[in-house]
């Protein structure tokens, strides 16, 4: 990518130690011939310097794509240590105040994929709200009060339960866990036998689960399901819960 006449440049300014480079061509720390970011080892051919990642360089039988010239054996040094020096902000900074520390270039990829700042968004019924887990509980808490149940959730097993009552076309019903600012979804699906009812957690999907232990009881008391999972992390209210649970609810 260059510049509005066309060159490709960089621009630098100090901040404190250290220096701030903005990259006009962001493949430049990509390796040329898997195009993934550049890993440590880094090699050069040997007579022209063109680069390559070790893993390419078994790819390409340690020979240069570009030249022909023997790689593999040289290290670039240079460039490992502009590699290893440079760090770029997490693209879901925009999603979270937390997620402020940059990464390497090399890392960010591996960061990015488990940060807890990744997207979620808001299960409020045509709101296109969309932030991270915790700023999502927030936006919740601010304009969709009086949607969600309120809950507690108790991490070591307690007796902490919370009565619902749902009818048998509710299908989604949010709940807003106040002691560590969580919003769960219950889920309630008809089926031929009964409903299905299950819990989901909204936060990115490589998130820890919850334990859960749900009680079913008809209008008369007597059909009393009791049954135990754990809630399936969701970023979005489209997924689906883990296993399901079978009752009969009141119409
Ligand atoms: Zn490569
Ligand atoms: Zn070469
Ligand atoms: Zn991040
Ligand atoms: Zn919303």
Wanted: proline share 6%; glycine share 6%.
């Amino acid at each position: 990518m260059g510049d509005q006449d066309g060159r490709s440049s960089t621009s630098a300014s100090r901040e404190g130690s250290s220096i701030v480079i903005t990259l006009t061509d962001p493949g430049l720390l990509d390796c040329p011939i898997c195009c993934a970011p550049l890993t440590i080892p880094v090699f050069q051919c040997d007579q022209n310097g063109h680069i390559a990642c070790s893993l390419c360089c078994i790819k390409i039988n340690n020979k240069c794509p570009f030249c022909s010239c023997p790689i593999g054996s040289n290290r670039c040094r240079a460039i490992e240590k502009v590699v290893e020096s440079s760090s770029t902000p997490c693209r879901n900074i925009k999603y979270g105040q937390t997620c402020n520390i940059p990464v390497t270039y090399n890392k960010k990829n591996e960061h990015e994929k488990t940060c807890v700042c990744s997207p979620c968004s808001c299960p409020y019924l045509g709101c296109m709200f969309v932030s991270s887990a915790k700023e999502l509980y927030q936006h919740f808490s601010n304009d969709h009060l009086y949607s969600a149940r309120r809950i507690l959730y108790d991490r070591y097993g307690g007796r902490a339960y919370f009565p619902i009552i749902l009818k048998k076309s509710d299908s989604v019903l949010v709940l807003r866990e106040m002691k560590s600012d969580t919003l769960f979804i219950l889920h309630n699906r008809i089926e031929v036998l009964g409903n299905v009812v299950t819990v989901s957690c909204i936060q990115p999907s490589f998130m820890d689960y919850f334990n859960y232990r749900v009680y079913v009881a008809n209008d008369d008391d007597k059909s009393v399901l009791n049954f135990q999972s754990v809630t399936k992390s969701t970023p979005s209210l489209q997924v689906d819960g883990p296993s399901p649970i079978w009752s009969g609810i009141s119409d």
